[in-house]
């Protein structure tokens, strides 16, 4: 019952440390589009996954265009806070691609004109918060899908 967590150009190694730490507790595969905002050997991005990070499964891509290009026609779904729809409403199956944007402006608007039919959100109950934490955000969904799978 694998996912897979796609972060494209994420900025905050201590973000992906967590993550990565996530993708390898829940079983799942972590794909790492760039351009990073750190360099890949930063000591906060190995802090935050401890001595985990050389078991955890990451597929590095250059860019999105070779992420789109090498995973065409798997089935991805797209978080934002731009989403109409719930992310308790995903329809989670195994090998899912959970596609997340970068901390400071999340997905480009490319991503989410493109695939508006598959675009989540995680509903925020207070007018006072935008967003949230990218790692919360991930491991809410991560573990909603394994609820479900």
Known sequence: MPL??????????????NIGR???ASGSTLHLVKPFG??????RLK?????????VTIIYYENMEEFFTKNSGQNMVFL?????????DI???????LVFGKESVGLPKSIISQHSN?????PLYSPHVRSLNLANAVAIVVYEGLKHL
């Open 47 to 55: 802090r935050a996954g401890l001595d985990y990070w050389q078991h």
């Open 38 to 43: 750190f360099e890949i050997n930063d000591a």
């Open 80 to 88: 934002s806070s731009h989403g109409t729809k719930n992310h308790w």
């Open 4 to 17: 897979n967590i796609v972060l494209i150009a994420p900025e905050i190694p201590n973000n992906t440390g």
């Open 91 to 97: 329809p989670f199956e195994d090998n899912l691609f």
């Open 118 to 122: 598959k675009l989540y959100k995680i």
């Open 22 to 24: 996530l993708a390898l």
